[in-house]
C-alpha cells in the first residue's frame, strides 16, 4: 500500500472514529504466511487498533493488529469491486474517503472489524455583515 494511501487511511480512522482508536500506525512486525511447500517469515508495517469503548460481543480493550498485506489485498478487492473508487484513488491518495477506510478494514479483517466511523459535516458559518 502506498504510505500515502496508508496515511490518508489512518487520517480518517483517527479524525472519525467512534468505538476504536489507532494505537500504532508504524509498528513493523514479523509475521508467518504458511505455504503448501514452506512457511515464509515477513516483516511489514502492522496497524494496531484497539476498542476503546465496548461494543455489542466486543470489549473494551480488545487489540487488532492489521498486517500491511493484508491490507493491501483488501485494497486490491475494492479496486475490483468498485470502479469508482478504483479511479478516486488513482488520482491522489487525498479521494480516499473515510467509507473507504472503512471497507478497506472491514475486507483485510474479514468483516471482524467494522469502524463505524462518524463523518462529521462540514459547517459553515456566515457573518451576516458580509451579506
Not at 5 to 23: D, G, H, K, P, S
Not at 31 to 49: C, E, G, K, N, Q
Not at 63 to 79: F, G, V, Y
Amino acid at each position: 500500500m502506498r504510505n500515502t494511501l496508508y496515511r490518508q487511511m489512518v487520517y480518517w480512522i483517527r479524525a472519525n472514529r467512534t468505538w476504536i482508536e489507532v494505537v500504532d500506525d508504524n509498528l513493523f512486525k514479523e509475521h508467518i504466511i504458511a505455504r503448501p511447500d514452506r512457511t515464509d517469515y515477513l516483516v511489514s508495517r502492522t496497524l494496531v487498533l484497539r476498542a476503546y469503548k465496548p461494543r455489542g460481543a466486543c470489549a473494551e480493550g480488545t487489540a487488532w493488529n492489521i498486517p500491511e498485506h493484508d491490507l493491501d489485498r483488501a485494497l486490491a478487492t475494492l479496486r475490483r469491486q468498485d470502479r469508482q473508487f478504483r479511479q478516486r484513488i488513482k488520482k491522489a491518495a487525498m479521494y480516499l474517503t473515510a467509507k473507504d477506510a472503512e471497507a478497506i478494514i472491514a475486507l483485510a479483517t474479514h468483516g471482524i472489524v467494522r469502524l463505524e466511523l462518524l463523518e462529521q459535516p462540514i459547517h459553515m458559518s456566515h457573518n451576516s455583515n458580509y451579506l
